[in-house]
């Protein structure tokens, strides 16, 4: 008899077949008055006037929300397709800083934050198996 | 403890005359073996005159002397009818001719709000009072409660600024707008109603029949300044563009004051009492006048920007959890007018009302 293969559901890896952006929403909160939200909102380095609309373009699959939040300091919070969401609190950080948290948030998974105690994952079976004191060569002393 | 060894002891701790309180001096007399205990002058008098030193005011002593009584001059109350209300009543301590109980306010009741009306009134205000300053009126007397607040006015056209040395610089479009601005500034007290109850009918039609000749008898002492004629409010003037009379020093507190009075008088607004003491120049005055105009918001200049962004949708209020569940279709913001009407309470069953969504009658919600 042939040899059956045996049947097997293939792993859905996310970017091996296509890419799900994990994240869907990006909301942005700042308020008029205070001033630890001078790097979202004030005059020349405008974060929201003038690197919000180049960031929008670059990423048309993420909604953003621009809201102010009187009396708080500004904060964005990215909202995932797990339902969670990540909030950031950008408070006296200038223009190009509150960027680069707006990219932190839009690179992450909705999964929350853990210490990676082994630097590989991987989903396949171990090539060698699991370690076993029954099995391999007999220690001889 | 013996009377001489308590004065001996007295004697040896009292300090020296000069430095001798009154109040040692009543412990040292209070007892009766003292040795001023003799003399014919009272505690008082010596007090007196050890305080005062001879010239004490008041009576010498008050405690037992009676006042003079005053003769009361008997009044006849044939006639006396209790006044139940202080209609009719004279009134004391006003000027003759405020004597009425119907006054009106020294400020108008309605605020002036327009910026360019308050500018033109703030303008008129320092020009009237540095004419006054300059001719040297009194200004504590000045704008009284009848000085005349005619929209039409003579100050339009006058120029202030502040040379370098510091002096004012007031310039007239005319020779004759100073002396008619001075007499523009003369009380008008009108007539009393009073004087026109007592006329009786025949004078009455006396009057009506040759008005024109009681009103020349009246007007000819009265000597008129040359008038000026009035600048109509056409065009915004000079001043509105060009505030040189913001910067003018307020030399001191009588002028500041008389100032104040008549911008009071011309906007009724009041300017509280820290910023007119701060004040330095009539700039200082300004914002307790024109309010500054609220801050932009962001919302109102991102409007543009982002509006051709399809995926960035921008909010003018702040977001809360209902606006979100809204969003999701979890939630419906529910008018409260919507939720029942109201139809009145039966005594047995209770409340009664209806949902307009069900229709229900006698929906007890308890």
């Given at each position: 008899m042939p040899v059956k293969v045996l049947p097997a559901v293939s792993k859905a890896q996310n970017g091996v077949g296509a890419f799900v952006l994990q994240c869907?929403?990006?909301?942005?909160?700042?308020?008029?008055?205070?001033?630890?939200?001078?790097?979202?909102?004030?005059?020349?380095?405008?974060?929201?006037?003038?690197?919000?609309?180049?960031?929008?373009?670059?990423?048309?699959?993420?909604?953003?929300?621009?809201?102010?939040?009187?009396?708080?300091?500004?904060?964005?919070?990215?909202?995932y397709i797990n339902g969670r969401?990540k909030?950031?609190?950008?408070?006296?950080?200038?223009?190009?800083?509150?960027?680069?948290?707006?990219?932190l948030l839009r690179n992450s998974s909705g999964l929350q934050l853990r210490k990676l105690r082994n630097p590989v994952q991987s989903i396949n079976d171990s090539v060698r198996g699991i370690f076993s004191p029954f099995h391999g060569p007999k220690h001889a002393l | 403890?013996?009377?001489?060894?308590?004065?001996?002891?007295?004697?040896?701790?009292?300090?020296?005359?000069?430095?001798?309180?009154?109040?040692?001096?009543?412990?040292?007399?209070?007892?009766?073996?003292?040795?001023?205990?003799?003399?014919?002058?009272?505690?008082?008098?010596?007090?007196?005159?050890?305080?005062?030193?001879?010239?004490?005011?008041?009576?010498?002593?008050?405690?037992?002397?009676?006042?003079?009584?005053?003769?009361?001059?008997?009044?006849?109350?044939?006639?006396?009818?209790?006044?139940?209300?202080?209609?009719?009543?004279?009134?004391?301590?006003?000027?003759?001719?405020?004597?009425?109980?119907?006054?009106?306010?020294?400020?108008?009741?309605?605020?002036?709000?327009?910026?360019?009306?308050?500018?033109?009134?703030?303008?008129?205000?320092?020009?009237?009072?540095?004419?006054?300053?300059?001719?040297?009126?009194?200004?504590?007397?000045?704008?009284?409660?009848?000085?005349?607040?005619?929209?039409?006015?003579?100050?339009?056209?006058?120029?202030?600024?502040?040379?370098?040395?510091?002096?004012?610089?007031?310039?007239?479009?005319?020779?004759?707008?100073?002396?008619?601005?001075?007499?523009?500034?003369?009380?008008?007290?009108?007539?009393?109603?009073?004087?026109?109850?007592?006329?009786?009918?025949?004078?009455?039609?006396?009057?009506?029949?040759?008005?024109?000749?009681?009103?020349?008898?009246?007007?000819?002492?009265?000597?008129?300044?040359?008038?000026?004629?009035?600048?109509?409010?056409?065009?915004?003037?000079?001043?509105?563009?060009?505030?040189?009379?913001?910067?003018?020093?307020?030399?001191?507190?009588?002028?500041?004051?008389?100032?104040?009075?008549?911008?009071?008088?011309?906007?009724?607004?009041?300017?509280?009492?820290?910023?007119?003491?701060?004040?330095?120049?009539?700039?200082?005055?300004?914002?307790?006048?024109?309010?500054?105009?609220?801050?932009?918001?962001?919302?109102?200049?991102?409007?543009?920007?982002?509006?051709?962004?399809?995926?960035?949708?921008?909010?003018?209020?702040?977001?809360?959890?209902?606006?979100?569940?809204?969003?999701?279709?979890?939630?419906?913001?529910?008018?409260?007018?919507?939720?029942?009407?109201?139809?009145?309470?039966?005594?047995?069953?209770?409340?009664?009302?209806?949902?307009?969504?069900?229709?229900?009658?006698?929906?007890?919600?308890?």
């Open positions: 869907k929403r990006l909301e942005f909160n700042y308020c008029d008055a205070a001033g630890s939200s001078r790097g979202m909102k004030c005059s020349d380095r405008l974060f929201l006037k003038h690197c919000l609309p180049q960031f929008a373009k670059q990423n048309p699959a993420i909604e953003m929300h621009v809201a102010p939040r009187p009396s708080k300091h500004p904060i964005i919070r990215g909202v969401e909030v950031i609190c950008v408070r006296n950080l200038e223009h190009n800083q509150v960027l680069k948290k707006a990219e | 403890m013996r009377p001489l060894t308590r004065l001996l002891l007295r004697r040896s701790i009292r300090p020296t005359p000069l430095r001798v309180s009154p109040v040692q001096i009543a412990c040292f007399h209070a007892t009766p073996t003292s040795r001023y205990a003799s003399e014919k002058s009272g505690l008082t008098q010596r007090l007196r005159q050890k305080i005062w030193g001879g010239n004490a005011p008041g009576p010498e002593d008050p405690y037992t002397t009676a006042e003079e009584t005053k003769q009361v001059e008997e009044v006849d109350m044939a006639g006396y009818v209790a006044a139940e209300d202080g209609r009719g009543l004279p009134i004391i301590g006003l000027p003759e001719k405020l004597g009425e109980w119907a006054l009106d306010t020294y400020s108008p009741s309605e605020k002036v709000v327009d910026t360019e009306a308050l500018h033109r009134a703030l303008h008129r205000a320092v020009v009237e009072t540095v004419v006054l300053q300059v001719n040297g009126r009194e200004l504590d007397s000045s704008f009284g409660y009848y000085t005349p607040k005619d929209a039409e006015t003579l100050t339009d056209n006058v120029e202030l600024s502040v040379q370098e040395d510091g002096s004012v610089q007031i310039a007239f479009p005319q020779p004759e707008a100073e002396e008619a601005i001075l007499s523009s500034l003369q009380e008008v007290i009108p007539e009393t109603p009073a004087e026109d109850e007592t006329v009786t009918t025949e004078e009455v039609a006396a009057s009506d029949i040759a008005p024109t000749d009681a009103a020349t008898a009246e007007a000819e002492p009265v000597e008129t300044a040359p008038e000026a004629t009035p600048v109509s409010l056409g065009p915004p003037p000079a001043y509105l563009e060009n505030p040189t009379h913001l910067s003018i020093p307020l030399p001191s507190s009588s002028f500041t004051f008389a100032l104040y009075k008549r911008i009071l008088q011309l906007t009724g607004h009041q300017i509280p009492d820290g910023v007119l003491t701060r004040a330095r120049t009539v700039g200082d005055l300004v914002p307790s006048l024109i309010a500054p105009p609220k801050p932009k918001k962001l919302s109102e200049e991102l409007e543009p920007l982002l509006a051709d962004l399809p995926n960035v949708r921008l909010f003018e209020k702040k977001r809360v959890g209902l606006d979100k569940e809204t969003e999701l279709g979890r939630a419906r913001k529910v008018d409260p007018k919507e939720t029942y009407r109201y139809k009145g309470i039966d005594p047995d069953t209770g409340f009664i009302g209806e949902r307009p969504y069900s229709g229900k009658v006698n929906d007890n919600f308890y």
